[in-house]
């Protein structure tokens, strides 16, 4: 996506690592992988989160193009702004295209518009994303992660001890259970189920 790109690219480098070492893809001066697939988890990191105090970076990238912008890109622009992570479902295929989706989370369902996971999403089968609004639908920002079923029971874990969904929303906005995630599936494999299309 190129709005993503432009985001990225406004990143210096020692932020980017930064990033990446948060989950064990750098030790703060090299990357120790050039997997894209393990990498879109750390561009995930640099683009939607920031240390308290400064500006995530596709919200920099928005105050520059909001100006020149049309009303497709500033919708686009307005989703990424809002995107948010959380643990999601497949219940199944939703019409007229896409997924649908429960979000384990926050409560309720989602329509994602995401043609790989439309092809290859099983229902049942659990994967932890971000996830942008598009109007009715929602849009995937690069990063998903599978859940397999060991690692899903240490989530289900994690969220019943919960007390609420308020209180569940509330850890999915923190940017350190997006980086956690990221480094579980990084340690555990995961991504090597993983293609990008």
């Known amino acids: 996506m190129d709005i993503q790109t432009a985001a990225l690219e406004s990143i210096p480098h020692s932020s980017f690592l930064a990033h990446a070492k948060r989950i064990g893809l750098s030790d ?3 990357l120790f992988t050039d997997d894209i697939v393990e990498l879109s988890l750390a561009f995930d990191l640099a683009v939607y989160t920031a240390s308290a105090g400064r500006t995530r970076a596709i919200d920099r990238c928005a105050r520059r193009r909001l100006e020149t912008s049309g009303p497709d890109e ?18 199944g295929g939703c019409e007229p295209a896409g997924v649908l989706l429960e979000d384990l989370m926050r409560g309720g369902a989602i329509s994602l518009l995401d043609e790989g996971l439309e092809q290859s999403a099983r229902p049942g089968e659990v994967f932890a994303m971000r996830v942008a609004p598009i109007e009715e639908f929602v849009i995937t920002c690069g990063a998903v992660v599978p859940i397999d079923h060991a690692t899903m029971e240490e989530c289900i874990a994690l969220l019943i001890s919960a007390a609420s969904k308020a209180e569940l929303a509330g850890l999915a906005d923190h940017q350190r259970f997006a980086a956690s995630i990221y480094e579980l599936a990084i340690e555990l494999g995961l991504m090597s189920f993983i293609a990008y299309r």
Do not use: D, P
């Not at 500033?74 to 219940?91: D, M, P």
């Open 28 to 30: 703060g001066k090299v």
């Open 74 to 91: 500033t919708l686009v622009l307005q989703g990424l702004q809002a995107s948010r992570f959380s643990i999601f479902r497949t219940i």
